[in-house]
């Protein structure tokens, strides 16, 4: 029977620290989303969790009910205010707004969807969405 060799079970150690850390410290990416076209693209929850993106960084809630910060990757996107962006809410009635120039509901952060849902009486209300930069 052969013996591990020191070398081995050191890359063995530090694939299983860096595996356990990415799972515990919940950074493992979102699915790609299919969107061959888009320049990007993002799934959002109700609950800001980006459940699948092409060329997005993250997803964060923005201040009031029903608004989001959607965080567009920097070399994406040359000019996010006069990009193409279309957006649709998931399984819900309502409306939706997105924004492509800096706001102030997102800290007016640059390269940034704010995205604005409300229930279909116009009232803010958190909703699931898909956003797409064309």
Same mark, same amino acid.
């Given at each position: 029977m052969m013996q591990p060799? %020191?070398?081995s079970r050191v890359l063995a150690l530090a694939l299983g620290a860096v595996t356990s850390l990415t799972v515990l410290s919940g950074t493992a990416a979102a699915a790609d989303? #299919? @969107? *061959?076209?888009a320049r990007a693209a993002a799934k959002v929850s109700t609950d800001a969790k980006l459940l699948g993106a092409k060329n997005v960084q993250s997803v964060t809630r923005g201040t009031g009910a029903g608004v989001y910060c959607v965080k567009v990757a *920097? !070399? @994406? %996107? !040359? #000019?996010? +205010? !006069? +990009? +193409?962006i279309v957006a649709t809410l998931n399984n819900y009635r309502g409306e939706i707004t997105a924004i492509g120039a800096p706001h102030s509901y997102c800290g007016n952060n640059a390269n940034t969807i704010t995205v604005v849902t409300s229930d279909s009486s116009g009232k803010g209300a958190d909703r699931p969405f898909t956003v797409a930069v064309l």
């Open positions: 060799t %020191v070398t989303i #299919d @969107a *061959p076209y *920097p !070399n @994406a %996107v !040359n #000019d996010l +205010a !006069n +990009a +193409a």
